[in-house]
């Protein structure tokens, strides 16, 4: 029984999630017959399903919300903003209740029979609807929703739904019974641990794959037919590979969808708490990304959202008196852009104040160049506890938050940026991976070490000429360097002071220096040489062994060495910390 109840589970916050879209979403001015049709199925199928595996706790509420849903959808109610709250509001309870049958915390009784006695109150007839759907077209859509609920539901039938089944024509509920077969047929269920275990096990076959690889340019390499045929098979086995490797990382994608479908109702409710009038729209829902950054980016998103809902969007007496219209509109996408994905989140809203940001920046003592650019100015709302709201809400206003969406952001291997226009609008771009398994990287040898930068961070690499390089010393006699880059000075990090190896090459003249943007600002990375770009498969060190400063993971190369993954933004503060302890990295392999 309990595999039986995991599917009920999982079907009823998929029927859930749906009835908020649904609801989020319909027009009550012009209703839609058919979207109206799938708000009721949502509940009806969690209903017959909660009565069959003994929710009945879950089955009352929807019995009763089904009730509400059902005069509506027939034209005996007009849907109104009062009926899509309470309709809301007991989703939201059914989720509490799911939660409750998983192990979580019950739902207090009385909070149930209150949100019952209101849905019922609502159910009363009062006045008809100004549109209700034709007959044929309720018993025609009535025949099919009967023909799609789930097989748990068709045990505990209503009379009501029986009547209709037999008065619908014959052939109508055939068409909807194969279709939905075939859809059944077409999909498993597989748990998130096999689907990694497999993910896994195909990124230790292309590490192997790899080793292979360099059988090329080893001695058995020696031009015979038996060596070329080797070859042949070996090129064979890197292509079958990669196809499998996509193959397989494309299980574990999921469209952004995932993500983008709770915000509809996150911004209806936060508009109607602060007065505004806003309109969401969001393109690109069916973007794919990896199930991993899905998770972890929607809490940084969430974030961001309420804070434009808040801080960016006027009230609509302020957006008239600007010449705008009433209503804001809060717009969210996201594409593809080379290997990445694009998440942006734009407002046509006041835009940020910038001799604001700097006064309250100055008031903080916070680092600032004598003329700081726009993009320098917006950073700064990254500052941990930077805020210049002039009250705390319940919403926002505390500078808790944008330093840890920012670390959040980076954590995933992406990058945030911001662009503002005052009293047009924001616009907030998120770069992420496709996945967290794979990361796109550039090898980099420091003496006799190679480690891997992330492609994701890196604007340039060069090689600087000694005129552009500048000594500094601290009060405390502290001793740093700067590099001039395109008119601008940027702090220069040796890593191999940093981990403390011995260079190839003590002089940064004679190395390569890495552009690399961080969340303290650009800063050049000094190593030895440029290895090339890799693919490399994504091994946690941590769990493998410990937690390393400067690294946030490990790779296994083609040739079976370890290399250490940076963490470009802590690599940089180790290098620019006073009295810089450097970190052993012989210790760490």
């Not at 034709?134 to 025609?140: F, H, I, R, W």
């Not at 009293?423 to 891997?452: C, F, K, S, W």
């Amino acid at each position: 029984m309990s595999e039986f109840h995991a599917i009920f589970f999982e079907e009823a916050s998929e029927h859930l999630a749906s009835l908020e879209t649904l609801l989020v979403g319909f027009d009550r001015e012009q209703p839609d017959p058919e979207a109206m049709n799938a708000i009721f199925r949502a509940a009806h199928s969690i209903k017959g399903s909660a009565s069959t595996f003994g929710f009945p706790d879950m089955a009352a509420v929807t019995h009763d919300l089904e009730t509400l849903l059902d005069k509506a959808r027939k034209g005996e109610l007009q849907l109104t903003e009062e009926m899509v709250d309470i309709t809301l509001e007991a989703r939201d309870v059914l989720l509490l209740q799911l939660a409750a049958h998983q192990g979580g915390e019950a739902v207090e009784q009385a909070v149930i029979d209150d949100l019952c006695a209101r849905v019922r109150a609502l159910a009363v007839v009062s006045e008809p609807a100004v549109a209700a759907p034709t007959e044929a077209d309720e018993t025609s859509v009535e025949a099919a929703s009967d023909a799609v609920v789930d097989a748990p539901d068709q045990a505990v039938p209503e009379p009501a739904a029986v009547d209709k089944a037999v008065a619908a024509p014959p052939e109508t509920p055939d068409k909807p019974k194969a279709v939905a077969k075939v859809a059944e047929s077409s999909s498993i269920r597989v748990s998130v641990e096999k689907v990694d275990q497999l993910i896994n096990l195909v990124g230790e076959l292309v590490i192997t794959q790899s080793m292979l690889a360099l059988t090329e340019q080893s001695p058995l390499n020696d031009g015979s037919a038996e060596a070329e045929r080797l070859l042949e098979r070996l090129q064979q086995l890197e292509r079958n590979t990669r196809e499998l490797q996509e193959t397989v990382m494309s299980i574990r994608m999921l469209p952004v969808s995932a993500v983008f479908n709770r915000f509809p109702r996150l911004v209806r409710d936060l508009a109607g708490k602060l007065d505004k009038q806003i309109e969401l729209r969001t393109f690109g829902e069916s973007t794919e990304l990896d199930r991993g950054v899905i998770e972890k980016i929607t809490d940084p998103l969430t974030h961001l959202i309420r804070n434009s809902v808040d801080h960016g969007i006027e009230l609509p007496d302020e957006r008239t008196a600007a010449g705008k219209p009433a209503k804001g509109v809060l717009t969210l996408s996201a594409y593809h852009q080379g290997g990445s994905v694009i998440i942006q989140i734009q407002d046509d809203g006041k835009g940020f104040d910038r001799d604001r940001i700097l006064a309250k920046a100055r008031e903080r003592n916070l680092p600032l160049s004598d003329n700081p650019g726009d993009q320098e100015i917006w950073n700064l709302i990254f500052a941990p506890g930077f805020s210049t709201a002039d009250t705390v809400t319940d919403v926002s206003g505390r500078g808790v938050g944008m330093d840890v969406v920012r670390r959040n952001i980076e954590n995933l291997g992406g990058r945030v940026d911001l662009q503002s226009v005052q009293g047009q609008g924001t616009t907030i771009t998120i770069r992420l991976p496709l996945t967290l398994a794979i990361m796109d990287g550039m090898a980099v040898g420091i003496g006799e070490h190679n480690y891997i930068v992330p492609l994701t961070a890196i604007i340039e690499s060069l090689r600087p000429i000694a005129k552009d390089l500048k000594g500094l010393v601290g009060h405390d006699g502290s001793k740093g360097r700067l590099v001039l880059v395109r008119g601008e000075y940027l702090p220069l990090v040796a890593l191999h002071e940093v981990f403390n190896i011995e260079p190839k090459n003590a002089e940064p003249e004679k190395g390569i220096l890495i552009i690399v943007d961080t969340d303290s600002g650009r800063a050049a990375l000094f190593v030895d040489e440029l290895q090339g770009q890799r693919q490399v498969v994504i091994k946690s060190l941590e769990s493998n062994y410990r937690k390393v400063p400067g690294i946030s993971a490990a790779t296994i190369m083609g040739d079976g060495s370890v290399s250490m993954i940076l963490d470009v933004s802590e690599a940089v503060r180790l290098g620019r910390r006073h009295g810089m302890a450097a970190v052993t990295m012989a210790q760490a392999v």
